[in-house]
Protein backbone atom coordinates (compact mmCIF):
# COMPACT_ATOMS: atom_id res chain seq x y z
CA UNK A 1 0.00 0.00 0.00
CA UNK A 2 1.63 3.40 -1.38
CA UNK A 3 1.25 5.88 1.42
CA UNK A 4 2.58 9.50 1.49
CA UNK A 5 2.17 11.27 5.13
CA UNK A 6 2.74 14.92 5.52
CA UNK A 7 3.31 16.94 8.70
CA UNK A 8 4.76 19.46 10.09
CA UNK A 9 2.48 22.24 9.26
CA UNK A 10 1.03 25.35 11.49
CA UNK A 11 0.95 28.69 12.36
CA UNK A 12 3.85 31.04 12.01
CA UNK A 13 5.01 34.72 11.97
CA UNK A 14 6.49 36.25 9.24
CA UNK A 15 9.98 35.64 8.70
CA UNK A 16 9.88 31.95 11.15
CA UNK A 17 10.42 29.07 9.86
CA UNK A 18 8.96 25.54 9.79
CA UNK A 19 10.10 22.13 8.79
CA UNK A 20 7.70 19.84 6.98
CA UNK A 21 8.20 15.95 6.83
CA UNK A 22 6.76 13.41 4.04
CA UNK A 23 6.78 10.15 5.16
CA UNK A 24 6.10 7.30 2.59
CA UNK A 25 6.00 3.55 2.55
CA UNK A 26 4.62 1.06 -0.02
CA UNK A 27 7.38 2.00 -2.24
CA UNK A 28 11.08 2.43 -2.39
CA UNK A 29 11.90 5.94 -2.42
CA UNK A 30 14.58 6.54 -4.50
CA UNK A 31 13.08 4.56 -7.57
CA UNK A 32 10.73 7.64 -7.93
CA UNK A 33 10.81 11.24 -8.15
CA UNK A 34 9.32 13.15 -5.26
CA UNK A 35 8.09 16.72 -5.36
CA UNK A 36 6.22 19.30 -2.64
CA UNK A 37 3.38 21.22 -3.96
CA UNK A 38 0.96 23.88 -2.37
CA UNK A 39 -2.57 25.15 -3.03
CA UNK A 40 -4.25 28.54 -1.94
CA UNK A 41 -7.68 28.78 -1.73
CA UNK A 42 -8.97 29.64 -5.60
CA UNK A 43 -5.61 28.94 -6.91
CA UNK A 44 -4.11 26.29 -8.97
CA UNK A 45 -1.35 23.60 -7.49
CA UNK A 46 1.75 24.84 -7.95
CA UNK A 47 4.72 22.90 -7.77
CA UNK A 48 7.81 24.25 -5.72
CA UNK A 49 10.46 21.32 -5.21
CA UNK A 50 11.41 18.34 -5.72
CA UNK A 51 14.36 15.64 -5.87
CA UNK A 52 14.43 13.09 -9.07
CA UNK A 53 14.76 9.40 -8.99
CA UNK A 54 18.08 8.94 -6.50
CA UNK A 55 17.90 12.67 -5.19
CA UNK A 56 20.78 13.21 -7.66
CA UNK A 57 18.87 16.54 -8.38
CA UNK A 58 16.78 18.82 -6.48
CA UNK A 59 15.08 21.44 -8.09
CA UNK A 60 12.70 24.86 -6.39
CA UNK A 61 10.34 27.27 -8.16
CA UNK A 62 11.65 31.07 -8.10
CA UNK A 63 9.04 31.74 -5.49
CA UNK A 64 10.70 29.41 -2.83
CA UNK A 65 14.57 29.66 -3.96
CA UNK A 66 16.87 30.87 -1.68
CA UNK A 67 14.40 30.44 1.29
CA UNK A 68 12.98 26.59 1.12
CA UNK A 69 15.53 23.53 1.31
CA UNK A 70 14.76 19.63 0.51
CA UNK A 71 16.26 16.63 2.34
CA UNK A 72 15.87 13.30 3.51
CA UNK A 73 16.34 10.42 5.68
CA UNK A 74 16.62 7.43 3.39
CA UNK A 75 16.98 4.77 6.50
CA UNK A 76 13.46 6.22 7.73
CA UNK A 77 11.63 6.76 4.37
CA UNK A 78 10.91 10.07 4.99
CA UNK A 79 11.65 13.82 2.95
CA UNK A 80 11.87 17.13 4.66
CA UNK A 81 11.07 20.71 3.07
CA UNK A 82 12.92 23.00 5.29
CA UNK A 83 11.22 26.46 5.14
CA UNK A 84 12.98 29.99 6.43
CA UNK A 85 12.02 33.49 6.06
CA UNK A 86 8.08 32.54 5.47
CA UNK A 87 5.72 35.23 3.88
CA UNK A 88 2.06 35.52 4.08
CA UNK A 89 2.01 34.62 0.43
CA UNK A 90 3.43 31.14 1.47
CA UNK A 91 -0.06 30.41 2.89
CA UNK A 92 -1.02 27.43 1.67
CA UNK A 93 -1.98 23.34 2.18
CA UNK A 94 1.23 21.54 1.59
CA UNK A 95 1.47 18.32 -0.26
CA UNK A 96 3.73 15.71 -0.80
CA UNK A 97 3.57 13.25 -3.95
CA UNK A 98 5.80 10.83 -5.79
CA UNK A 99 6.28 10.14 -9.88
CA UNK A 100 7.54 7.67 -11.76
CA UNK A 101 9.21 10.94 -14.19
CA UNK A 102 12.27 9.91 -15.34
CA UNK A 103 14.38 13.16 -15.95
CA UNK A 104 16.42 15.06 -13.99
CA UNK A 105 13.96 18.13 -14.51
CA UNK A 106 10.89 16.88 -11.69
CA UNK A 107 9.67 20.67 -10.50
CA UNK A 108 6.78 19.67 -13.11
CA UNK A 109 2.76 19.56 -13.53
CA UNK A 110 0.78 17.40 -11.04
CA UNK A 111 -0.47 15.32 -13.26
CA UNK A 112 2.80 13.18 -13.37
CA UNK A 113 2.51 12.65 -10.00
CA UNK A 114 0.73 9.63 -9.01
CA UNK A 115 0.14 9.57 -5.18
CA UNK A 116 -0.37 12.49 -2.58
CA UNK A 117 -0.26 12.90 0.74
CA UNK A 118 -3.75 14.22 2.56
CA UNK A 119 -1.88 17.87 2.50
CA UNK A 120 -0.90 20.19 5.91
CA UNK A 121 -1.83 23.54 6.11
CA UNK A 122 0.65 26.03 6.56
CA UNK A 123 -0.44 29.58 7.93
CA UNK A 124 2.15 32.56 8.19
CA UNK A 125 0.35 35.54 9.33
CA UNK A 126 1.73 39.32 8.92
Known amino acids: QVQLVESGGGLVQTGGSLRLSCTTSGFTLDYYAIGWFRQAPGKGREAISCSSINDRVRHYSDSVKGRFTMSRDNARNTVFLQMDNLKPEDTATYYC???????????????????WGQGTQITVSS
Open 97 to 115: ARSGFKAGNCLIGPEHYDY
